[in-house]
Each structure stands twice: as C-alpha cells, then as structure tokens.
C-alpha cells in the first residue's frame, strides 16, 4: 500500500502479523501522468511488486510508534505553551505594560507572580515590583516605569484565560514525560546511551529513539539513515551541471529536533562538532555548516545504536592535527594576502 496521510496506519494495524506488509513511498511509485485512477493505481502497485521493484519504507514496531505519537504530541504541546506566551505579552503591551526584556522570561517566578497581582487588580507599579524574586535583567526604577500601564478588566480577563491554558498545557505535558518515561523503560539503556554527544539532552534522545527506533539493522549504512532524516543533499543534476543542493525532503520531526540539538553541539568548546562548524561556516555559511554537524551527530547515533558504544569526541584538535602542512600552507596564503612576508622553518 501506499503512505498517504495517515490512511495506511488503519488497515497496517489490521493485518500486522498475519501477512508480510510492504509500505512503499508514494513518490517513488509514480505512473505516468494520465493513467491517474484507484483501480490502475492498485494495478500499478501491484505489478512493480510482483517485479520486486518497491522499496519498503521505514515502519517502526508498535512500542516505538506509541513512544513516536507520545514525543510528537508533547512538542506540538510545547508550541501552545509558547504561542499562549506571545499572546500574554500581546495583552500587556496592549495594557501599556513592556516588561519583556526587563524580566527573562514572562512566566517565570517574578513574571507569574507580577501576572497574578494584574489579574487580582493590582495596578501600583511600586507594590508589583516588589512580588519580584532574584536578580533581574532591568533596575527596580526601569521595572517601575514598565509596570506603569493601563490595564482594564479586559485585558485581566484575557490574562486568567491565558494563564489557565498554560496551566492545563503544562499539567498535559508533565502527564505525557511520565507516559514517556514509562514507555522507555525496556530501552531506557540506549537512550541514555545517546546523551553522552555534546547537544543531546534526554528530551532531545527520546525522540530521536522514537523516530528511528533501536533497530538499526533496518537501515544498511549510516548513510541511508542521514537520506531518509532529509540531512543530505537531493540529486539534481542535468547536462552534467549540478542545479540545486537544497537538502531533499525526510523526516520532518526527526530533522527539526537533530538540528536544533546541532546548534547545542556547536557550541560546545574543544569537541570535534564545534570544529567542524567552524570549518565549514568560514567556507559555506553558518546554515550548511549546522546541517553538516547534525548528519554528523546522526551518523554517530547510528553506529552507537548500532554497537552500543558511548559516543568518543575527537576532541577540537582533530582537524589540525590530521594535516598540519594544509594548515601551515592555507595560514601561509593568509598572511600573504594581508601583506605579511613570512619565513618557515621546519620544527626540531
């Protein structure tokens, strides 16, 4: 069958077990344009398979596509908590009240408190910045002049409204990590196991084990696991001229979260993720550099997976020293070009 939508899941769950199932990419089956109907399609299918021709795509076992629905609820969950944040924001600023890059973050301790004293009637600016807690980012005067608004029942209304929204994401979200952590439990083991490269959080490392599973015997290299997560440049090429190397389509949610891990790594000193970012932004542009870090990471949570092996950082140096007369020559060609001579001696 072909993976349209969430069409197939219905019918796959039915007849899991009892017949061999082959679920083939609906882009790799294409007929040609005008033979477009139910029954032909069926045909189609049918013929290339009988030709061993479909490629089976990627269908995780049962426990991982819960683990899989559970993740992806749980980030879609996240993104409500922060548009429910930007609106707040909205209705304090329509309130004439800015407190955004005076207190890190709105619903924090200092933020929640000063929130519930507006939406209690509290309108003196002075006894509001006193609900503050710690050290902020602004002076108790700048705060007092931030707090200087006029808020109506309104705006106090929207305010409870959203406030209870977050509370009752937040509540769902916490239900959810608990589902998760309990799910984990038979593979608790490899996902911790993936904690130990630079950028990968346990929030981080559950999803990827959701989205690729543990079983790497599903895919034949690391290279085909980076092509299906989309972190690879497409084939585009005509008349022997490459046309594009935008990064082909794949696995949306697996992609978003090994990039963002990505930047993380990327900024993590003397380890071998930072230096090849560096490497390649100075040449490419800090986009494909990240990019190329991310498949890098991916490729090593394969093979960790894989063997079961902690993951081993070459360290920042790992370029310098794998060619030092590259080094020397292209330092060399530097120097020369803002109008340095220089003379070499080899070392002793």
């Not at 197939?8 to 040609?32: D, M, T």
């Not at 290339?48 to 049962?62: D, M, N």
């Not at 989309?230 to 490459?242: I, M, Q, V």
Request: charged share 25%; aromatic share 4%; net charge positive.
């Amino acid at each position: 069958m072909e993976s349209t939508g969430v069409y197939w899941k219905p019918v796959w769950h039915i007849l899991e077990g009892s017949v061999e199932l082959v679920l083939a990419n609906a882009n790799h089956i294409k007929n040609v344009p005008g033979r477009k109907t139910d029954v032909n399609d069926a045909m189609w299918i049918a013929d290339l398979l009988a030709h061993g021709l479909i490629r089976a795509s990627f269908v995780p076992p049962t426990a991982v596509q819960e683990l899989r629905d559970l993740t992806r609820t749980r980030e879609q969950l996240v993104r409500e908590v922060a548009q429910h944040t930007l609106r707040i924001q909205k209705a304090l600023e329509d309130a004439n009240i800015k407190i955004t890059g005076l207190i890190s973050n709105v619903l924090g301790r200092s933020g929640r408190a000063v929130l519930e004293a507006l939406i209690a009637g509290e309108s003196d600016p002075n006894r509001l910045v006193e609900l503050t807690h710690g050290r902020l980012r602004a002076s108790r005067g700048s705060l007092v002049e931030a707090l200087r608004g006029r808020v109506r029942e309104h705006h106090r209304f929207l305010l409870r409204l959203h406030l209870a929204q977050v509370d009752a994401l937040n509540a769902a979200i916490q239900k959810i990590e608990n589902r998760v952590g309990r799910t984990l439990d038979p593979i608790r083991e490899r996902a911790q196991l993936l904690t130990s490269i630079p950028g990968v959080s346990d929030t981080v490392a559950n999803v990827i084990v959701a989205e690729i599973g543990i079983d790497m015997t599903r895919f034949p290299s690391a290279g085909h696991l980076v092509s299906w997560a989309g972190l690879c440049p497409r084939n585009d090429e005509s008349a022997g001229k490459r046309r594009s190397t935008r990064l082909r389509k794949g696995a949306p949610w697996l992609k978003t979260t090994i990039v963002q891990a990505a930047w993380g790594a990327a900024k993590t000193k003397n380890s071998y993720l930072r230096a090849q970012f560096l490497r390649i932004k100075s040449r490419r542009g800090p986009m494909k550099a990240i990019v190329a870090v991310a498949a890098s990471m991916l490729t090593a949570i394969y093979h960790m997976l894989r063997t079961g092996q902690p993951y081993h950082d070459l360290t920042g140096a790992f370029f310098d020293s794998r060619d030092r007369t590259r080094l020397a020559k292209r330092l060399l060609r530097r120097l020369a070009d803002l109008g340095f001579q220089c003379q070499v001696a080899a070392p002793t």
